[in-house]
T-cell receptor, first 114, second 114 residues
């Protein structure tokens, strides 16, 4: 079955630094990946997504990298701000007509120190 | 724009009681989902629906039931509540299920079974 997991459960950075959050997946059929940000007491918020036919996608201050060879993706946050402190989840679909069903990783807690 | 709205926000149930978590979305989305999130973990799919009158099981459906009589509403029913169902429940929706269709989450419902 598919699993999506994260290498590190916590990450602490200083304000202004760049943050990198990693994620591994096991299902080769997954063709769509999403990064979510979840603040305390709230639902997950979409950050950025990437399809399997891409290896990099950039948004505002965020970049997602996908390495299909080693089944790994990462989220890079540039100039990290205290407001970026949250739990970050990667999620992947099951591929094909999976109707948007996502498998979530455990999450990485990002703490940004002023 | 309300997005995905869940009620109640918090609920305490006794073992064996039943309840319904309500979910409604005003984005005219076809696909709706129910996820649960246990402490320190990622989200797991309970049930999903690809349209009114159509529902299907996700990864952890046991102990739950759903219905989808309208496009807007997707209630989750807990029958004979058990302590293992203590969790945070998130309803979500998307326009369709293919890659690239953003899934929007509600704010969550915190359920404790004692």
């Amino acid at each position: 079955g598919e699993s999506v997991g994260l290498h590190l459960p916590t990450l602490s950075v200083q304000e202004g630094d760049n943050s990198i959050i990693n994620c591994a997946y096991s299902n080769s059929a997954s063709d769509y990946f999403i990064w979510y940000k979840q603040e305390s007491g709230k639902g997950p918020q979409f950050i950025i997504d990437i399809r399997s036919n891409m290896d990099k996608r950039q948004g505002q201050r965020v970049t997602v990298l996908l390495n299909k060879t080693v089944k790994h993706l990462s989220l890079q946050i540039a100039a990290t701000q205290p407001g970026d402190s949250a739990v970050y989840f990667c999620a992947g679909n099951a591929g094909g007509t999976s109707y948007g069903k996502l498998t979530f990783g455990q999450g990485t807690i990002l703490t940004v120190h002023p | 724009n309300a997005g995905v709205t869940q009620t109640p926000k918090f609920r305490i149930l006794k073992i064996g009681q039943s309840m319904t978590l309500q979910c409604t979305q005003d984005m005219n989305h076809n696909y709706m989902y129910w996820y649960r999130q246990d402490p320190g973990m990622g989200l797991k799919l309970i049930y999903y629906s690809v349209g009114a009158g159509i529902t299907d099981k996700g990864e952890v459906p046991n102990g739950y039931n759903v219905s989808r009589s309208t496009t807007e509403d997707f209630p989750l029913r807990l029958e004979l509540a058990a302590p293992s169902q203590t969790s945070v429940y998130f309803c979500a929706s998307s326009y369709s299920g293919g890659a690239g269709n953003t899934i929007y989450f509600g704010e969550g419902s915190w359920l404790t079974v004692v």
